[in-house]
Structures are given as C-alpha cells and as structure tokens.
C-alpha cells in the first residue's frame, strides 16, 4: 500500500500540533511508522487519503457500532445543524434522549450529559466523594477512565502504551488518594478497603476491560465486588463508556446481571459526536447542581448535534431486537477463524472475546489483569498490526487495545480479515 499523501500530511501536522495528533493513541509510537490521514468512511470501511480501502476494527475507538456514516444519524445531525449548532439553553431533545437512556438501562433513573467519557468519570468520582464525603477512590490497574488527573495511575490504552501509566503533572496530593488494584483480585480490593477503612468513597471499574485488551471479567468477581461496596458502604462506579449500548441495551451491567450505583457511558451513546454521560438513581444524582451542592457543569454540554446524533443511535439499537446478539456473533465467527488460522500457523496467542469487543495476544498464558496482559510479545504484535495494514485491515496500533465490531462489518469482510490473518503469520518471518 501507498501512504505517500498520509506521510506528507503528517509531517505537515507535527509542525503544529504535538505529535502531529489531537490524541496519543492515534500516533503509531507503539508500532513505528506514521499514522494514516482519514479523508472519509462508509460502513465497515476507511478510504484514507491515498485512497487506500481499510476494514476498520476501530470505529472511532467504538462509537461506530452500526458502521461509519450510518445514514439515520447523518440525517439527524444535519436536519439538526439547519435550526442552529448551540445555544446553552435547555432543549427538548436533551430529555428525549435521556428518557430513552434511562429505559435501556436497569437501575437508573436519571442522567447528566457532559462532552466525553474522561469527563463522565471525572463528575461520577467527584459525585460519589460529594454523596459519600470521602476522598479515595479504588482503581484497578490497566483501566483507563479518561485522562483527568486521579485516573493516570497504573492507566491503560494510550497511557500503557506509551510507557506513561503515571502521568507527569499529576500532584503527589492526588494520586495518594487514588488506591490501585489488581484486576480480577477481589482478595487484593479487599486488603485495600481494610488498610483504608471508613476512608473509600467509591470503586470505579471497566465491568468489561477494553484498555488492556479486551478482559472479562472472572466468575464471581464483580458479584464480589458489589458486596463488599455494600458491606463497607462504598459506590460501586461501572465505566461502561466502551460496553454501554455495546454489549447489550443496558451495557454490562444487563449482560452481567450487575447493578452499579453510578454508570458512565461514552462513545456509542454519542454517536460518533463527542459525548458522555453519568447516571445513577434519583438519591445520588439529586445531590448534583443545581438541586445539590455537587458542582458540574459544561457550555456545550447536551448540544443539539450531539444529542441529535445520540438520539438516533439509541433509538437504532433500541428498535433492532437481534442488534447486540447478531455482532456477538460475528464477533464469535471472527475469533473462532482467528484461532484457528494462528494455530495452524503456530503462533503463540490467547484471544479474549465478550459481546463485540475482541484482542488477540501474543502470549500463551491467560490475559485476566495488567500484568498479564503486558507480557504479550509486543515486537510480534508489531509485525501484525503493519502485516495487517498492508493487506487492508485496519487495527488498533497498540497491543493495549480491544477491537470493536461493527455491525456493519459482512461474513465476507470477516472472511477477509481472517484469510489476511493467514497471510500474515504464516510466514518464515513472522
Ligand atoms: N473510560 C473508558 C472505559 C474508555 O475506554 C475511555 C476512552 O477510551 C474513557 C473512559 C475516556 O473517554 P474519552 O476519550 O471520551 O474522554
């Protein structure tokens, strides 16, 4: 594949703008090389700038779960923008949208729109301090709630793969009141909620990692966790920016059969435009402002395109009853090729799979936490995600990174990806 026009445009973008990218992950530090330059995507797929075609595994990092440029939210965005882009006054359309979430999600009854998923986490920690008047929090290792300053401890996704899991800039004040623990280690939280007894405000957790590759979580575990927020009267904060209206209607917290006591969600809630969200019953979301003393807030926040987007994306995954079964099999289909192909290639793997999300890593032992998850074999990983690109998948460039399907996303696309699997790794170089 050419990438001559993305290489000129990216040397062009580095000279004003850190990076030459707005966000670390898109860089392609993880993998060597430069970073493709996107000019447009129709469904499962990306035509980058040299017009090269790539199924995309990404879809903005999830948000695109019925594929790119799907045609009901295209329409609401642009119907939208004709009646104005923002106008920071309340709008019908907010409460729409917010009736609709709060019907495909068990277990809460109201909702506050903010502009991203970092910003989601970031109220919901600060609400669970505000309800509780505690200051710790417990975060697990490898999970990344966005880039607010309490969460880069230990953080996956870009900050793993960048060598930067404890970000400079974030005060010594800060981090001490961030408790790190192991993933799927109920034994190891319970050691930290002992040593900091009457001190923890809130547990927040990926219910389904995807920053770390995609990691399940182990039978019994979040049961676990649930009672021990009870016994110890902490909140139990689910980061479903990744699973929300991707696993199932209601996010993990349907699939798992879990009840959180405050929800984030992000990306597919959006639409593809930037939006999060938080959620919780009435008795801890009235303790935000203006009914509460819990300051939040945002000038764009539940903007009109936005919620436009949002909107027809819920009601899309709403309507369609087979949506969320119809991608896990898909996802099925694709891994159990996967498989199959680097078996018989002899390639060293595990490959985690729940609903739509799947990673595939180059290591024989188990993937279930941070540590695990790291000792995948990243120069083989390398050599995948270039092998890949080459023959027109397109991958996260980063072995912390969960692969998102999209329904858009056809049996014989999913052929493709596997046959280019087969080509990669069935080589005397790989
Ligand atoms: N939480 C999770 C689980 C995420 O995966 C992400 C982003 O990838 C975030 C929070 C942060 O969301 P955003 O990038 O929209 O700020």
Redesign the pocket.
Known sequence: MNYKRSSALFVEAEKVIPGGVNSPVRAFKGVGGTPIFVKEAKGAYLYDEDDNRLIDYINS?GPMILGHAYKPVVDAVVEKAKKGTSFGMPTEIETKIAELAVSMVPNIDKIRFVN????A?MSAVRLARGFSGKDKIIKFAGC????SDSFLIQAG?GASTFGTPNSPGVTKGTAKDTLLARYNDIENVTQLIEANKGEVACIII?PVA??MGCIPPKEGFLEALRALCDTHNILLIF?E??TGFRLAKGGAQELLGIDADIV?F??VIGGGLPV?AFAARDEIMNHLAPLGPVYQAGTLSGNPLAMAAGLAMLNELNKDTEVFSRLAQKTEYLHKGIAKVLNDNNIVHTINRVGSMISVHFDSSEVVDFETSAKGNNDTFKKFFHGMLDEGVYIAPSAFETWFITDALTYEDLDFTITAVDKVTNKETF
């Not at 990344?144 to 880039?147: A, E, K, N």
């Open positions: 990092w991203s998923g970092t910003e986490c990344y709630h966005g880039h996704s990926e995807g920053n980061d920016v990744m984030c992000g990306k999060g």
